[in-house]
C-alpha cells in the first residue's frame, strides 16, 4: 500500500470519468450509497446509456431525474421511497429477485458489469478498507466489475467479517470526511406497540432472531429485556438491537452457524448503530448470499423470522412488495428467511402487519390480493401471521380454517364483510 494513500485521491469528477458511455454500473445502498460520485455522474453531459442497479440508495437519486432520461437507467433490485415513483411512471425499472440470489447475478456474469461505485472506510496499516455498513451485494459487485470507483469516507466504520476490500483493488477514488446518512424512526404508535407484544410472547429463550427496520421490528426488540441467550443471523439490523447486546440479552453462544457472533449483511439507522459497528469483532458483516442462505440458516435452532407485508388474503398469500402494480419494495430476503425458520428446529416464520391502512378505512386482511400485487410468501410457506388483535398459526389449516383465522385477527370493524366475502367466494357458510 502506498504510505500516503490520500495523496494519490482525485476529485469526484475525475474518478467518475472513468465511466463510459453504455457501462453497466453497480451503486452501493443504503448508509453508503457514495452520493459524491452520484452526483458528479449526473454533472457528465457526454454519457448515454449507463445501467445502474442498485439496492435501494439513501441521498441523491438525480440520476432519474426527467432531465437524465436515456442518459442514465435506475435498476432497482429493491426499491427505496426515491424510485418508487419513477418505477411507476417508467423513468426506472425493477427486478423481481430474492436477495440471496442477487450476488450470482454479477459473480456469475449473466450481469457483467463494467463498474462498482462504493463507499469504503479508510484503508488500515495493511491497505484494506472495507464496505462499511453494506455488504450484502457490494462484495459481488467489488469482485466482479472490471472498475471499482470509490469513495473513502472518513466517517464510514470499519467493518469486520467477509467485508474487505484491499485499496489496489479500487482503480480510482476520492477521500471525503462526510457523515452518513442517518435513519431515524417516529414515535411508534399503540397498534405497533400491541403487535410488537404479540410478537415478543413468540419469542423462546435461545431464540435465533431476523428482523427488519421500522417500527414493529424495533416494538418487538424492545420487549425482549427479559428473554436469556438470543442470537441474531440477520439480513440488516438497526439501532433497536443495540440495547439487547450491551444488556446481556443477546449472546450468540446458542447459535450453531457463527456462534458468539451477530451476523448481518448490513445496518442502516443513526450514528449510534455506525458507532456500535465500527471495529466491533462480535458483529460479522457477510454477502447477502450467505446471510440469506436459506439453509444455513436453518442449521440454527429457534429461528424466529419477523417480516412484514402490505395485505395477506384469505388464503394466506403475502403481498410485501406492491400495491397492485405499482411496487413499492421488493422481494428481498422474507422469502428466504421465512423457509429458513420453517426448517429450523422449534423455529417460528412470522407475518406482522397492522389490520389496517389508510388510518383505519382499509383492511390489510382481504378476501383476494389486488390485481397486479405480488406474492412474495405463498400460502404453502406462511405460518405465523400476527396483527393487534390477536397472532394465528396457518401452517398445516384448510382454506376454511386459514379464513376463519385471519378474519378473528382482523379489525372487528370489517369481519362481518370478511365473512360474507369469503363465503361467496369458498362456498360454504362461515361460523358466526
Same mark, same amino acid.
Given at each position: 500500500?502506498?504510505?500516503?494513500?490520500?495523496?494519490?485521491?482525485?476529485?469526484?469528477?475525475?474518478?467518475?470519468?472513468?465511466?463510459?458511455?453504455?457501462?453497466?454500473?453497480?451503486?452501493?445502498?443504503?448508509?453508503?450509497?457514495?452520493?459524491?460520485?452520484?452526483?458528479?455522474?449526473?454533472?457528465?453531459?457526454?454519457?448515454?446509456?449507463?445501467?445502474?442497479?442498485?439496492?435501494?440508495?439513501?441521498?441523491?437519486?438525480?440520476?432519474?431525474?426527467?432531465?437524465?432520461?436515456?442518459?442514465?437507467?435506475?435498476?432497482?433490485?429493491?426499491?427505496?421511497?426515491?424510485?418508487?415513483?419513477?418505477?411507476?411512471?417508467?423513468?426506472?425499472?425493477?427486478?423481481?429477485?430474492?436477495?440471496?440470489?442477487?450476488?450470482?447475478?454479477?459473480?456469475?456474469?449473466?450481469?457483467?458489469?463494467?463498474?462498482?461505485?462504493?463507499?469504503?472506510?479508510?484503508?488500515?496499516?495493511?491497505?484494506?478498507?472495507?464496505?462499511?455498513?453494506?455488504?450484502?451485494?457490494?462484495?459481488?459487485?467489488?469482485?466482479?466489475?472490471?472498475?471499482?470507483?470509490?469513495?473513502?469516507?472518513?466517517?464510514?466504520?470499519?467493518?469486520?467479517?467477509?467485508?474487505?476490500?484491499?485499496?489496489?483493488?479500487?482503480?480510482?477514488?476520492?477521500?471525503?470526511?462526510?457523515?452518513?446518512?442517518?435513519?431515524?424512526?417516529?414515535?411508534?404508535?399503540?397498534?405497533?406497540?400491541?403487535?410488537?407484544?404479540?410478537?415478543?410472547?413468540?419469542?423462546?429463550?435461545?431464540?435465533?432472531?431476523?428482523?427488519?427496520?421500522?417500527?414493529?421490528?424495533?416494538?418487538?426488540?424492545?420487549?425482549?429485556?427479559?428473554?436469556?441467550?438470543?442470537?441474531?443471523?440477520?439480513?440488516?439490523?438497526?439501532?433497536?438491537?443495540?440495547?439487547?447486546?450491551?444488556?446481556?440479552?443477546?449472546?450468540?453462544?446458542?447459535?450453531?452457524?457463527?456462534?458468539?457472533?451477530?451476523?448481518?449483511?448490513?445496518?442502516?439507522?443513526?450514528?449510534?448503530?455506525?458507532?456500535?459497528?465500527?471495529?466491533?469483532?462480535?458483529?460479522?458483516?457477510?454477502?447477502?448470499?450467505?446471510?440469506?442462505?436459506?439453509?444455513?440458516?436453518?442449521?440454527?435452532?429457534?429461528?424466529?423470522?419477523?417480516?412484514?407485508?402490505?395485505?395477506?388474503?384469505?388464503?394466506?398469500?403475502?403481498?410485501?412488495?406492491?400495491?397492485?402494480?405499482?411496487?413499492?419494495?421488493?422481494?428481498?430476503?422474507?422469502?428466504?428467511?421465512? +423457509?429458513?425458520?420453517?426448517?429450523?428446529?422449534?423455529?417460528?416464520?412470522?407475518?406482522?402487519?397492522?389490520?389496517?391502512?389508510?388510518?383505519?378505512?382499509?383492511? +390489510?386482511?382481504?378476501?383476494?390480493?389486488?390485481?397486479?400485487?405480488?406474492?412474495?410468501?405463498?400460502?404453502?410457506?406462511?405460518?405465523?401471521?400476527?396483527?393487534?388483535?390477536?397472532?394465528?398459526?396457518?401452517?398445516?389449516?384448510?382454506?376454511?380454517?386459514?379464513?376463519?383465522?385471519?378474519?378473528?385477527?382482523?379489525?372487528?370493524?370489517?369481519?362481518?364483510?370478511?365473512?360474507?366475502?369469503?363465503?361467496?367466494?369458498?362456498?360454504?357458510?362461515?361460523?358466526?
Amino acid at each position: 500500500m502506498k504510505k500516503d494513500w490520500q495523496g494519490a485521491a482525485v476529485s469526484a469528477d475525475e474518478a467518475v470519468s472513468h465511466i463510459k458511455s453504455g457501462d453497466r454500473v453497480f451503486v452501493h445502498g443504503a448508509s453508503a450509497t457514495p452520493g459524491e460520485l452520484l452526483d458528479a455522474m449526473c454533472r457528465r453531459t457526454d454519457l448515454e446509456g449507463v445501467t445502474l442497479y442498485h439496492l435501494h440508495t439513501t441521498g441523491t437519486a438525480s440520476f432519474v431525474d426527467k432531465e437524465h432520461a436515456g442518459r442514465f437507467t435506475s435498476v432497482s433490485l429493491f426499491a427505496g421511497p426515491q424510485l418508487r415513483a419513477p418505477i411507476a411512471e417508467g423513468r426506472a425499472d425493477f427486478m423481481p429477485i430474492f436477495l440471496s440470489d442477487i450476488p450470482s447475478l454479477f459473480t456469475s456474469g449473466r450481469i457483467q458489469l463494467d463498474v462498482a461505485l462504493l463507499s469504503l472506510s479508510p484503508p488500515n496499516r495493511h491497505g484494506d478498507c472495507t464496505l462499511g455498513t453494506s455488504v450484502d451485494a457490494a462484495m459481488a459487485a467489488a469482485c466482479s466489475a472490471r472498475k471499482v470507483i470509490a469513495q473513502i469516507n472518513a466517517k464510514m466504520p470499519r467493518t469486520l467479517g467477509h467485508s474487505v476490500v484491499p485499496i489496489e483493488r479500487v482503480s480510482v477514488y476520492t477521500s471525503i470526511d462526510r457523515e452518513l446518512p442517518e435513519h431515524r424512526m417516529s414515535e411508534r404508535s399503540e397498534v405497533e406497540d400491541q403487535i410488537g407484544e404479540r410478537v415478543a410472547q413468540l419469542v423462546d429463550d435461545g431464540a435465533c432472531l431476523q428482523m427488519g427496520i421500522g417500527a414493529i421490528p424495533d416494538a418487538v426488540l424492545a420487549r425482549l429485556g427479559d428473554k436469556l441467550e438470543l442470537g441474531v443471523h440477520t439480513e440488516m439490523f438497526s439501532d433497536g438491537l443495540i440495547p439487547l447486546v450491551e444488556g446481556g440479552v443477546v449472546t450468540n453462544r446458542r447459535k450453531k452457524v457463527h456462534a458468539g457472533r451477530t451476523v448481518t449483511s448490513f445496518v442502516t439507522g443513526t450514528r449510534a448503530v455506525y458507532d456500535f459497528v465500527d471495529d466491533n469483532q462480535t458483529i460479522e458483516f457477510h454477502p447477502c448470499d450467505r446471510t440469506n442462505d436459506t439453509w444455513l440458516i436453518a442449521k440454527n435452532e429457534r429461528v424466529v423470522a419477523i417480516n412484514s407485508a402490505i395485505e395477506i388474503d384469505l388464503s394466506g398469500q403475502v403481498c410485501a412488495d406492491s400495491m397492485g402494480h405499482t411496487i413499492y419494495s421488493g422481494i428481498g430476503g422474507q422469502m428466504d428467511f421465512i +423457509r429458513a425458520a420453517a426448517r429450523s428446529r422449534g423455529g417460528k416464520p412470522i407475518i406482522a402487519l397492522p389490520s389496517t391502512a389508510a388510518r383505519g378505512k382499509v383492511s +390489510r386482511i382481504v378476501p383476494s390480493l389486488k390485481e397486479g400485487a405480488g406474492v412474495v410468501t405463498t400460502r404453502g410457506h406462511v405460518h405465523w401471521v400476527v396483527t393487534e388483535h390477536g397472532a394465528v398459526n396457518l401452517h398445516g389449516r384448510t382454506l376454511r380454517e386459514r379464513g376463519e383465522a385471519l378474519i378473528s385477527v382482523a379489525h372487528p370493524d370489517f369481519r362481518a364483510e370478511l365473512r360474507r366475502q369469503f363465503a361467496d367466494l369458498r362456498h360454504f357458510p362461515m361460523s358466526g
